[in-house]
Nanobody, 127 residues
């Protein structure tokens, strides 16, 4: 399994970025993908997650007002569209994958639930 993030960079406050998470070695039909971020000195924070409609996962997607997660199952790519970026959004952004067994509900914003991680992509928002 491999996850590769891309799309990070430097953007001014109020701007937008779209991050991509290209996956291989898994299928989005039975895996959930989550986006997380971690700033220096802070804990890894869950942003959003996505799965198939049958997935036994709870995705709070707490930033849905500015951030939108979508999946292209045909391409095995998951996107995170980030709008109206704030300086406090500056962080390393990671995508992660977990296989959904159906036996128990996965807490989608808990990083400890995930088995596979990408290397991260830096997002820097300037004022």
């Amino acid at each position: 399994v491999q996850l590769v993030e891309s799309g990070g960079g430097l953007v001014q406050a109020g701007g937008s970025l779209r991050l991509s998470c290209a996956t291989s070695g898994l299928t989005l039909d039975d895996h959930a993908i989550g986006w997380f971020r971690q700033a220096p000195g802070k804990e890894r924070e869950g942003i959003a997650c996505v799965s198939s409609p049958q997935g036994n996962i709870h995705c709070p997607n707490r930033m849905r007002g500015r951030f939108t997660i979508t999946a292209d199952n045909a391409k095995n790519v998951v996107y995170l569209q980030m709008n109206n970026l704030l300086t406090e959004d500056t962080s390393v952004y990671y995508c992660a994958a977990v296989k959904l067994s159906g036996a128990w509900m996965v807490v989608g914003d808990n990083p400890h639930e995930y088995d596979y991680w990408g290397q991260g992509t830096q997002v820097t928002v300037s004022s």
